[in-house]
């Protein structure tokens, strides 16, 4: 049974910083396409970034220089360093895994970004 658990997620001022967690059970980590999503009120569920089991990366224009997104493959977990945040950085974060064509989603940690 795969299991994606997000953890990190919180109120954080404009210009702050978070770390995003995301723990893995049930898949081959080291072989999965890592990603997060985030999707705010009234919008589509959007890409936000994605690592490779090789460690190749890509980020949403948005968040770019901005956001970096790693992985520990010992242990399971892919993370989101989000720093310089805006409040249209203010959503639902999910973690996404891909592995041979199947993918799960983990439950979302919310992030809100407000003075």
């Known amino acids: 049974q795969v299991q994606l658990v997000e953890s990190g997620g919180g109120l954080v001022q404009p210009g702050g910083s978070l770390r995003l967690s995301c723990a893995a059970s049930g898949i081959n980590f080291n072989i999965a396409i890592m990603s997060w999503y985030r999707q705010a009120p009234g919008k589509q569920r959007e890409l936000v970034a994605r690592t490779t089991s090789g460690g190749n990366t890509n980020y949403a224009d948005s968040v770019k220089g901005r956001f970096t997104i790693s992985r520990d493959n010992a242990k399971n977990t892919v993370y989101l360093q989000m720093n310089s945040l805006k409040p249209e950085d203010t959503a639902v974060y999910y973690c996404?895994?891909?592995?041979?064509?199947?993918?799960?989603w983990g439950q979302g940690t919310q992030v809100t970004v407000s003075s």
């Open positions: 996404r895994s891909a592995v041979l064509g199947a993918e799960s």
